[in-house]
């Protein structure tokens, strides 16, 4: 079955960086597009981004500002999030999803939290 494991959270001051990754299995990863989705503490979740299946195509929400990196290696079933200059408000939940919609299964989410 389709799983998605998330890691690379943590606490960092803002204005760091933190990189997350998310490894898939029970799929065919390289055909399938990916995304990026989060939940902060009593919010609702939210998209973040999202990349096609050969990574040429990427789209971010807003919020992000240029400040995040989506990427993929197909040859080891892992989509990532490069996060710089991290703000206390990204303090949230992070999940990855099986397509880019957001919509499809996700994994049990890594903690992000920025603080000082």
């Known amino acids: 079955q389709v799983q998605l494991v998330e890691s690379g959270g943590g606490l960092v001051q803002p204005g760091g960086s933190l990189r997350l990754s998310c490894v898939g299995s029970g799929f065919t990863f390289s055909t399938i597009g990916m995304a990026w989705l989060r939940q902060a503490q009593g919010g609702s979740l939210e998209w973040v981004s999202s990349?096609?299946?050969?990574?040429?195509?990427?789209d971010y929400a807003g919020f992000v500002q240029d400040r995040f990196i989506i990427s993929r290696d197909n040859a080891k079933n892992t989509v990532f999030l490069q996060m710089n200059n991290l703000k206390e408000e990204d303090t949230a939940m992070y999940y990855c999803?099986?397509?880019?919609?957001?919509?499809?299964?996700r994994g049990q989410g890594t903690q992000v939290t920025v603080s000082s």
């Open positions: 990349i096609n299946i050969d990574g040429a195509y990427k």
């Open positions: 999803a099986k397509g880019s919609s957001g919509t499809g299964p």
